[in-house]
C-alpha cells in the first residue's frame, strides 16, 4: 500500500492541473485515471479534438470562399474525412502522451483504474487501496439528458459531443439540440463539412447567458453560414432506426407539434457533474440538488481531507475554471493561499467569427442598477481584420460611468478568444478603459479593436 501526500481522482484539466502543482510544491502526489489516455474530457472527447475539426472546417471553407479572390486559383479541396479524423485522433494523442511526460517530470504516479474513496485518507483503485493525506475528487462531468424528452442516445444516430466527433461520415442532415457551446461549434464543424444543419433551441436565444447584443449578432452571421435555426422549441421526443431519426419538437408560442429528419441528432443541452462510483454518499459528502459536491471557498468538502474542483463542483463547466481550481487547491494543501477570481474567467466560443466574453453583460448591469458606458467598435474599422476577410463583428466594452472601471468586455470578431485576456489582466488589476486606451497597440493587429472599443469609452474611437 503507497502512502501519498496528495491523491488526485480524476486527469482532467483540473486534475493533472492539480496534480502537477501538487508536485510542484513538493508533496508526493498520485492521480487516478481510468481512460486509457490523461487529458479527461477536454483533452480525449471535448475542446481539443473539436478545435481541430473547427480548424480544418474553417480551412475548407476559406478555400471555397476567399482563396480565388486572393488569386489562388485551383480546385477546391474535397474532404477526406476518415483522414480528418486519423488528424484529429493524433492531435488527441500529440496533447494526451504530452501530459504523461510531465506526470514522469514531475514524478506523479498515474493510478491506473476508477477510484473509489472506501473512507476519508484512503483511495481504492481496483484491488489495492492507497493512502493519502488528502483527496481531491476531478471527476469532471458527463452529457445530460435532454430534459423533459424521450430521447435515448447511442452515439451512432443520436449522439452526444462524444459521439459527434467520430461520426462514420458526414450527415446529410444534422439536427442539433440546444444552441449552446457545444451545438454552435459543432454544428458549425458539420455545417461546413457539407450539412444541412438545423439547431432547436429551447429559449429565444442562442447562447443563454451571453450578453444580448452578441446573442442577436452571433445568430445572424450564423444564419448567413447557412446553420437553420428553430428557436422557442421544446423538443418532445426523437425517434430512431438504425439509420436515421425524426425529431418531435413543439413551439412554446403556440403549442404547435413538428417534426424534423435527420441522419445525426446532436443532443447539447448542457453537462452534469459525474460523481458515479466514488462512494461520496457512504462517505457523507454533502450534494447541491444539482448533483454537485458542495465546497466550501478552499475546495474543501464537509468531509475533512476531502476536496473536490471542476465539474464536478459549482460554477461554469470550463476547463479553465478546473485548472484555475486545481491549482489554488494544491496551494491550499500545500499550506499557501489558493485563490480563484471567479469575477474573471472569460468564456470563448471557438467557431468563425469567434465569440469571447468576461465579466458583466450589459442585461446584468441593468439588473443591478449600475451607472455604466459602452464603448463599442466594429472589426470593420479595423485594417488587419478586413485584409483578411474577417470584418464581421465587433468589440463591447461595459464601464463604469463614474470611474472608468471596466466591469466586462464581449468580443464577436476574428482572434476574439486570444484578444479578450487584455481585458482580462486589465480586470484583474482593476483597470479602466483609458489604462487600456492609453496603451500602444501593434499596428496592424486585430488588439487595435480593442484598444478602439476603450477610446471610445472617452473621447471617441478614431477609426469609427
Ligand atoms: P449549454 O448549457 O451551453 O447549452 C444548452 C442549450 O440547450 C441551452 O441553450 C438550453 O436552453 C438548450 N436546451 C435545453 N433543453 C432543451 C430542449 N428540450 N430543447 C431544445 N433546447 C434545449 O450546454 P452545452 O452546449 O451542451 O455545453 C455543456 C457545457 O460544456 C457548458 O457548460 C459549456 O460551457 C461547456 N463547453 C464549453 C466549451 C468552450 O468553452 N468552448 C466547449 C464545449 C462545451
Redesign the pocket.
Known sequence: MAQYDVIVIGAGPGGYVAAIRCAQLGLKTACVEGRETLGGTCLNV??IP?KALLHASHQLHEAEHNFATMGLKGKSPSVDWKQMLTYKSDVIKGNTTGIEFLFKKNKIDWLKGWGSIPEAGKVKVGDEVHEAKNIIIASG?E??P????DVTVDEKIVVT?TGALELPKIPKKMVV?????????LGSVYKRLGSEVTV????DN???GMDGEIQKNFLKMLKKQGLEFVLG???QKVDASKTKAKVT?KLRKDDSEHTLDADVVLC????RPFTDGLGLEALGVEMSPRGQIKTNAKWQTNVPGIYAIGDAIDG????HKAEDEGMAAAEVIAGKHGHVNYDVIP????TAPEVATVGKTEEQLKEEGVAYKVGKFPFMGNARAKAVFQGEGFVKMLVDKATDRILGCHIIGPGAGDLIHEICVGMEFGASAEDIALTCHAHPTFSEAVREAALACGDGAIHA
Do not use: K, Q
Open positions: 471535448g475542446c473539436s462531468s452529457a445530460s435532454v430534459p423533459g424528452a459531443s439540440i440546444g444552441a449552446g457551446v457545444i451545438g454552435l461549434e432547436i433551441e429551447f429559449l442562442i447562447t443563454p422549441a421544446a423538443v419538437y447539447a443541452t448542457g453537462r461554469p463547466m470550463l476547463a468564456g470563448v466560443i471557438y
